[in-house]
């Protein structure tokens, strides 16, 4: 377990600098005895290293193979120092050999073993395979499927509510580079996180644990993003993930309060099919204070926010429960004063104007605004 430990350890490492190295590993197959090994305490064994084990003695054989054809191919005189030499690198892999078969054989040896290894290894081992995903998902849609299609997505899951410390956040951030994955692919999307899905149902019910549960926005906000990222597989029944999202909006931590913004905003902005239900699920959550505030924060927190406000005017409709007088009196010092390095905000900010004078009466705008 040691051993595997750094394997995955460099398999990451290597995947974090190399984008090629990335896509080669996956091609190796590298992904599935990872999610192997990453839940071999928490499914049942058989299930747990049926395809590893398969895989792991076939590679041993064409190991030893290699071993014979090598050794063959150069004698050595008995008791040379060279044949010593010889020996000493070949028997791991020998001894490697015979543990696995004789494992496999005495039904049960190898799993005895590793259950009794010390548990702090056992940690450490999760930990690596956990960071290997982490890279290899990175950026990758291929590779987000290919964990997907284990049992990864579960397996991650249940680590994000067990699991403390570097584990439950590698975790998290494996799953937070699979919704990303998700959110630009829809074939991914709709394969992976189906609403009547087991693992996407358990993934959902921890990122909303932590936003709701945990005071840290190390963990909070990459379950924010991760559901911002899935904001286009949520149906319109779906009613428990946008109050969670809006009460981030007030937190005292400015970074946890813009991304809760940014997770709002793909609910409601127009490429979501479901925008205009999302939007007045946010607004009948009482999301215009908390938004307000975070408009005078810094630019950051201030562009993302008025992107939500605008997509929250431009859906709202004629209910009064935007506050639309409000709402419109910021719009309007917004679109005269800090928009010029934003073209295409300055425009959304314009349509907003006119949607609220249009269908709010008694706005108190007297100019013309940006007319469709």
């Known amino acids: 377990m040691r051993v595997q430990s750094c394997v995955a350890t460099l398999?990451?490492?290597?995947?974090?600098?190399?984008?090629?190295?990335?896509?080669?590993?996956?091609?190796?197959?590298?992904?599935?005895?990872?999610?192997?090994?990453?839940?071999?305490?928490?499914?049942?064994?058989?299930?747990?290293?049926?395809?590893?084990?398969?895989?792991?003695i076939h590679s041993l054989i064409q190991i030893n193979r290699e071993i014979e054809k090598s050794t063959l191919a150069k004698p050595q005189s008995r008791g040379s120092s060279s044949s010593s030499s010889s020996d000493s690198i070949y028997r791991p892999y020998s001894n490697a050999y015979s543990y696995y078969s004789e494992g496999s054989s005495r039904g049960g040896?190898?799993?005895?073993?590793?259950?009794?290894?010390?548990?702090?290894?056992?940690?450490?081992?999760?930990?690596?395979?956990?960071?290997?995903?982490?890279?290899?998902?990175?950026?990758?849609?291929?590779?987000?499927?290919?964990?997907?299609?284990?049992?990864?997505l579960l397996c991650l899951a249940k680590l994000v509510?067990?699991?403390?410390?570097?584990?439950?956040?590698?975790?998290?951030?494996?799953?937070?580079?699979?919704?990303?994955?998700?959110?630009?692919?829809?074939?991914?999307?709709?394969?992976?996180?189906?609403?009547?899905?087991?693992?996407?149902?358990a993934v959902v019910d921890q990122l909303l644990r932590l936003i709701k549960e945990v005071d840290s926005p190390i963990l909070q906000i990459p379950a924010v993003k991760?559901?911002?990222?899935?904001?286009?597989?949520?149906?319109?029944?779906?009613?428990?993930?946008?109050?969670p999202l809006v009460t981030q909006l007030s937190h005292k931590d400015l970074d946890m309060g813009t991304e809760a913004a940014i997770a709002l905003g793909k609910f409601a902005c127009p490429d979501n099919f479901l925008c205009m239900e999302h939007s007045k699920r946010i607004i009948e959550s009482n999301a215009i204070p908390p938004l307000m505030k975070l408009l005078?924060?810094?630019?950051?927190?201030?562009?993302?926010?008025?992107?939500?406000?605008?997509?929250?005017?431009?859906?709202?409709?004629?209910?009064?429960?935007?506050?639309?007088?409000?709402?419109?009196?910021?719009?309007?010092?917004a679109d005269r004063s800090a928009l010029p390095q934003h073209p295409e905000l300055r425009e959304l900010v314009s349509k907003a104007i006119y949607h609220l004078n249009l269908y709010h009466t008694g706005g108190h705008s007297q100019r013309m605004a940006f007319v469709p």
């Open 11 to 56: 398999v990451a490492r290597m995947a974090e600098n190399d984008s090629i190295s990335q896509e080669d590993f996956a091609r190796e197959n590298v992904i599935r005895p990872l999610v192997t090994l990453l839940s071999f305490e928490m499914f049942g064994e058989d299930q747990s290293n049926d395809q590893l084990g398969k895989q792991s």
């Open 109 to 152: 040896h190898h799993r005895k073993e590793r259950e009794n290894e010390k548990p702090h290894v056992k940690l450490q081992l999760k930990i690596s395979c956990a960071a290997a995903l982490w890279m290899l998902a990175r950026g990758s849609v291929l590779n987000g499927r290919r964990i997907t299609e284990t049992k990864g």
């Open 161 to 201: 509510e067990k699991e403390q410390g570097e584990l439950q956040f590698n975790c998290l951030m494996t799953i937070m580079e699979i919704t990303a994955a998700a959110e630009s692919n829809a074939e991914l999307r709709r394969a992976a996180f189906k609403t009547n899905s087991p693992a996407a149902k």
């Open 226 to 243: 991760s559901i911002g990222s899935l904001a286009r597989a949520f149906p319109a029944r779906e009613t428990r993930v946008i109050g």
């Open 296 to 333: 005078r924060g810094n630019e950051h927190s201030r562009l993302h926010g008025l992107i939500l406000l605008c997509y929250l005017a431009l859906h709202s409709g004629n209910t009064n429960s935007l506050e639309p007088t409000r709402v419109l009196r910021v719009l309007e010092g």
